[in-house]
């Protein structure tokens, strides 16, 4: 008699899978090109000026024009999905998102998760899975370092849950640990002609509120080819069949999509805001269908100087996303949660340019 | 008086335009670059491994990341539309399939196809036309070679048919032909967590079934730009005026596209099944729609060690591609034809590493 | 008590914002790589041999296979978006445009306008700016030179209004001004097998009319995709939430990716008019909407030899470009109008290999 055949299909890892302190390697390692810069471009709006022309990175001191920091997330982000969120109820929060190196063309691109914590929930069907996730380059440098947490269904509601353990994640990353992935700046080569704004990182202050003013409708073929560029799988965004039987009856729009929009459109305002450094922290409050309409404006919540820097220097930004109304008025919270239209709030610290 | 004007757009040959024998080198030559290959990644969804990452490539003994397979098929199979199909009325099939050397981003691809079968249909206003097409890099060296007949309607049903020609064709390339387009691979190097799946040439049985779990809904937006990317240029993918006025009131969606999704959906499965050597067959049983879900399933027919080699060994696998309908009970032929939501049947060669 | 915080956003110019001989220098500057060419081609069809093939470019005597004349002509008129037609009422129309140097993957576009011509509206509520725009490559070689004049809004109907001033444009650009951006090229090598086309120069008439047969539907996503390709902000394309609320209640689609489309169905009849040296004007007949079929023909309005040069000639094209209407009988103007179905009237000089 033969032995049996082993499974080959994955169906992903269920809340009792994890165990505190695992280590797991993601698959596909992914090469980015020229190429990906030009497609993530047409697909989300991008004009911040080093990640769009050689020359204007190579002036103010990048070695080649980068990879869009939020290319190489979504990128780093995809590989964890099938390990990590295929059985996730909820996407709950990243945290203490740090950018470590710069991304460049020719750059191959892998991603290791470590489980840092883990809770069942009191409905003992599901638990919270905490992963501190790498991305490294092919020289094994860090280039990406994050926590994001999920609700992740448990296989059997009576399985034994471990000791519960939630580890303590900063309210924002340290102003001492931002801007390894920025080399240092030519700040005078940094023409504010052709960068699309005279405003720099003096220019800005805590508590000043900017609306981005523009608004940019989604289309299915556009989430899901840049969903399907970062080799995300998440059911959720590609399978009409099965989601038109789900709770929207509709496909989800890539809650990292709705980000990369928001940072397009914040170029209206925001356009020397060259370089994110960090992100302290994101809630995708409300789902963003195909159809809609998403606008953004950002609030300036704390400047920093560098230490040791006097080329760039740090803006906290809070940046809110909309669907279908334009955010003149700046929508934020309500009472206990948030004005009804907002779908994103994303915390960031971002680098720009100082005066010379 | 002046010499009349020559005609200069090309109605496309009809049945009898064709002469057996007869060689015809097709217009355009297409170079393929990184942009080419992120491209079909975003609008299929590939995740195999060495198609993904130039480090996982060289790993495992390839000079550079490789164009994948079915991409570098579908440039080649475009350039025949315009002198082959275009008043084809149905694509018959294709057969002898057989990739010989891989290509990389830099080469250039160009085809030339053979009339190797002519026979007309007895209603006399058709005929099937028999095609072996080869595809060539920028050294003249081929890289594809396949046999496919479709049916091509006549100018004039009262023209005189060639004598009836029907080329012999192998029902499966054989395994003594497969392998050409596959260095030898390192197989200690072919990284089971990196390429997202432990199992090898020999963790696979002839008879044993794989459900390859997820759905992918097409848009056309997806769909015609994919297809324009091959430079195919068939009408009933791209022009709905005329299209909502035929059969099915739709565009077609061009069945290498249907073909692609099926590959990126049996990652789920075969992930080590890095490389298609052969395609031993092919039937579009029913058209595929934008706003259709496709599912797949695939069986290993046969599994067979290459002569001279103890890196890789090939897998017969038959895919099956549903629309609408997951294939957890693998649906296939019913009675005469087939169950009613199978779009695609596919027979392949694929290599996957041998285990170390 | 601080000083205001100056405004960070642009509401763009208005008419009264422009300054008779004024110089723009526009952000954001753009690299174009392999992926740009390739993604042009997927979302427009572009067939044409020196643009497709590394291998027919560098025979026929180019250093390396060109970005598509129109790829860089919408990248370039992209940047000017945002400093000149935010407020712009209506794209008025294009003359005397001129590609001089051709550009090549690894090329950085950037963009300086100078303004040639103002004139208020008789209501005094807009007026037209006539800008001169030139794209330049990074080593500050002009690429493209051309004039567009849009009707844009005043801020304050009872704003002073300045010396109306309109320039004068050719009607055609001069015959010794063609041809720039062409290396000589060695016609002997122009395969008319790998080209599509046996004709040449020599076989095209004044007055001959050609339909280019085919049509193509648009969608929403892929002329977004396209636009944003070119760093073209332009609202009307983008935002269905408050074009919904407009004159149309839909997102308009770019005039140049409808003379991009226009430009790659014309393959079919002129295969071998490989380059366009100049865009001598163009007219947007009536708005394109996604969902819509496009169909095209052209007049070979005047041919003319290039002086001192033997290699290629030029052809003057007059090209039609329809919605939701075939061409067969040629459709152009009707009465004071135009039939009202055409939606592009684009006259080009094109430029063709000679015969051997």
């Not at 596909?28 to 004009?47: E, F």
């Not at 109304?325 to 994303?346: A, K, M, N, S, T």
Request: net charge neutral; aromatic share 10%; charged share 25%.
């Amino acid at each position: 008699m033969a032995a049996p055949v082993p499974p080959k299909t994955s169906a992903g890892r269920f809340f009792e899978d994890f165990r505190l302190g695992q280590t797991i390697r993601h698959a596909t390692p992914r090469t980015l090109n020229g190429g990906d810069a030009s497609l993530y471009l047409a697909l989300t709006g991008g004009r911040f000026a080093p990640q769009s022309a050689e020359t204007f990175a190579r002036a103010i001191g990048y070695p080649a024009s980068p990879i869009d920091d939020l290319l190489a997330f979504h990128v780093v982000f995809g590989k964890t999905v099938s390990d990590v969120s295929l059985n996730a109820v909820a996407n709950l929060g990243y945290a203490d998102c740090r950018f470590l190196k710069p991304a460049f063309p020719g750059d191959t691109l892998s991603a290791v998760s470590q489980v840092i914590g883990l809770k069942e929930n009191s409905n003992r069907e599901s638990g919270v899975v905490y992963v501190r996730s790498k991305g490294f380059n092919q020289r094994a440098e860090a280039v990406i370092d994050y926590v994001r947490w999920v609700m992740v269904r448990k296989r059997d509601a009576n399985a034994a849950a471990p000791e519960p353990r939630v580890p303590k994640l900063p309210e924002a990353v340290r102003v001492a640990d931002l801007g390894a992935a920025c080399p240092r700046i030519d700040r005078a080569a940094f023409d504010p002609e052709l960068s699309g704004s005279p405003h720099r990182f003096e220019d800005y202050r805590a508590g000043e509120r900017i609306d981005h003013v523009d608004g940019v409708t989604v289309e299915e073929a556009e989430h899901q080819s840049a969903t399907r560029l970062y080799q995300n799988t998440a059911k959720v965004h590609f399978n009409q069949f099965s989601e038109g039987q789900g709770r929207f009856g509709r496909r989800l729009i890539y809650g990292g999509h709705v980000i990369s929009l928001a940072r397009a459109l914040s170029f209206n305002g925001l356009a020397n805001a060259f370089h994110i450094a960090a992100i302290n922290g994101g809630r995708h409050v409300a789902p963003l269908f195909a159809g809609d309409t998403l606008f953004a404006w950002s609030e300036i919540v704390e400047t920093a100087a560098l230490p040791g820097r006097d080329d760039v220097g740090a803006l906290r930004v809070r940046t809110v996303a909309t669907k279908n109304r334009p955010c003149v008025d700046f929508p934020w919270r309500e009472g206990e949660g948030y004005e009804p239209h907002v779908v994103l709030e994303l915390d960031t610290w971002a680098l720009a340019p100082r005066r010379t």
